[in-house]
């Protein structure tokens, strides 16, 4: 707006196409960035489970559940109540890992779900002094990847999401009714 003020009309016009693409140009190295970490995200959660001497899955509680008041006070994972803890080996969660750490299971850069996140599920991972949290909503189908400090989030596809639901499921044995 300054820059209009100085250097008048024409001016002007040059100086928001520079602004623009220099927007552009920043957008794309941001998205590009991001999409780096993914990936770079993506295959280290494959490499982990290849060699994961721990696995757990949790189903936790979150503010948004009717009953999350009787959870409220239970230990935590990645900062939500545990609900109920499943210990697995490897082989079990092979085919979640295969669909969670697979690129073409999300959504193109930016591009997504808008939604609120209340995730049901936690996967954690642990080899050595290596551990990964992936916290999962299959309600909105956002994903949350924690690798040490870094957090990565990212939006899976519907088709994937479904696929992910299911395998969850499998993974969760529910009491047989008599």
Same mark, same amino acid.
């Given at each position: ?10 001016? $002007? /016009? ?12 920043? %957008?794309?190295?941001? @998205?590009?960035?991001? @999409? ?9 959660? %494959? @490499? ?15 503010? &948004? ?17 545990? %609900? ?5 080996? /490897? ?8 669909? !969670? ?5 999300? &959504? ?8 609120? &996140? ?12 290596? %551990?990964?949290?992936?916290?999962? $909503?299959?309600? $909105? ?13 990212? +939006? ?8 992910? @639901?299911?395998? !969850?499921? +499998? !993974? ?5 009714? /008599?």
């Amino acid at each position: 707006m300054v820059a209009c003020l100085i250097v008048g009309t024409v001016g $002007c /016009r040059v100086a928001e196409r520079a602004a623009g693409t220099a927007l552009t140009s920043v %957008r794309n190295v941001d @998205e590009d960035s991001k @999409e780096r970490q993914l990936k770079r995200t993506l295959n280290q959660t %494959r @490499e982990l489970a290849t060699r994961a001497t721990t696995v757990v899955l949790y189903e936790v509680a979150n503010e &948004f559940d009717d009953d999350f008041a009787a959870f409220k006070s239970k230990p935590r994972i990645a900062g939500y109540p545990i %609900r109920s803890e499943h210990r697995l080996n /490897r082989l079990a969660v092979h085919d979640l890992i295969e669909t !969670l750490s697979d690129r073409s299971s999300y &959504f193109p850069p930016n591009d997504g779900w808008t939604c609120i &996140f209340e995730p049901h599920h936690v996967l954690q991972l642990q080899g050595g002094a290596d %551990r990964e949290t992936i916290v999962i $909503c299959v309600h $909105c189908g956002d994903i949350d990847f924690h690798i040490k400090k870094l957090v990565t989030g990212k +939006s899976v596809q519907p088709k994937a999401n479904a696929v992910i @639901e299911a395998q !969850l499921k +499998s !993974l969760i044995p529910r009491p047989t009714r /008599r």
